[in-house]
């Protein structure tokens, strides 16, 4: 189930409805200013949305943002999909590169109260399997909290390709078993802590991890 917003952050906005007491609310965010101006497609919100409608089976909706590359934008964006549509998640995509306009990270860190330093670490060490470049990837994750509310927000890779393989992790060819686990194993269990709605995954593509007394009685099909 997914719904878009305009891309104009700047803009008075309003919560959701949300149609289930656990359907999560996640921002969908593209850093780019090319992208952002019309220069060349985005790519980065389709996969992501692609990919999140084959991993989620509990509701879901997401709300779009398509920016430019400057950290007063992206942190401005960042808030407002937390402390004013209410999102539970945020996934950025895009800037977290070296150069000198690459300043997601530093734009994430500046709103959240949190850093989760865990996510970043096991990006790296994935897409380190695949290129030796990922030294190069400066991805952080943050809690941003409020006083009413806690969201949980992750930059991911600029490419679609290693955006699958960081969320997913790595799978051993001969079994399918897998051998690395993605960084979206570890987010329905962060969404718990923070007091956020209970996200369930297809076990296929990536399998929630909780401890055995955080796990509720499977859904009603």
């Not at 670490?121 to 009413?148: D, K």
């Not at 078993?177 to 718990?192: E, L, Q, S, T």
Request: hydrophobic share 40%; aromatic share 4%; proline share 10%.
């Amino acid at each position: 189930m997914t719904t878009a917003t305009p891309n104009l952050p700047h803009k008075p906005t309003h919560q959701p409805t949300r149609q289930h007491p656990d359907e999560i609310v996640i921002g969908l965010v593209s850093i780019s200013d090319r992208a952002s101006t019309g220069v060349y497609e985005d790519q980065g919100i389709p996969a992501l949305q692609e990919w999140l409608g084959a991993a989620l089976t509990s509701p879901w909706q997401v709300v779009t943002r398509l920016i430019q590359d400057d950290a007063p934008t992206i942190s401005a964006t960042l808030i407002e999909l937390v402390d004013e549509v209410g999102c539970d998640l945020v996934l950025t995509t895009g800037g977290t590169g070296p150069s000198r306009r690459d300043v997601t990270p530093e734009a994430t860190l500046a709103v959240g109260t949190k850093e989760m330093p865990g996510f970043g670490e096991q990006m790296r060490q994935i897409s380190l399997n695949f290129v030796p470049t990922a030294i190069l990837s400066r991805q952080v994750a943050v809690i941003r909290e409020t006083p009413s509310r806690a969201a949980l927000i992750v930059n991911l890779p600029g490419q679609p390709k290693s955006i699958k393989e960081t969320l997913e992790g790595l799978r051993d060819a001969g079994s399918g078993a897998v051998k690395v686990p993605g960084i979206f194993a570890a987010v329905p269990y962060c969404i718990d802590l923070i007091g956020g709605p209970y996200v369930e995954t297809n076990a296929d593509v990536v399998k929630a991890f909780r401890p055995k007394n955080a796990v509720r009685a499977p859904r009603p099909a």
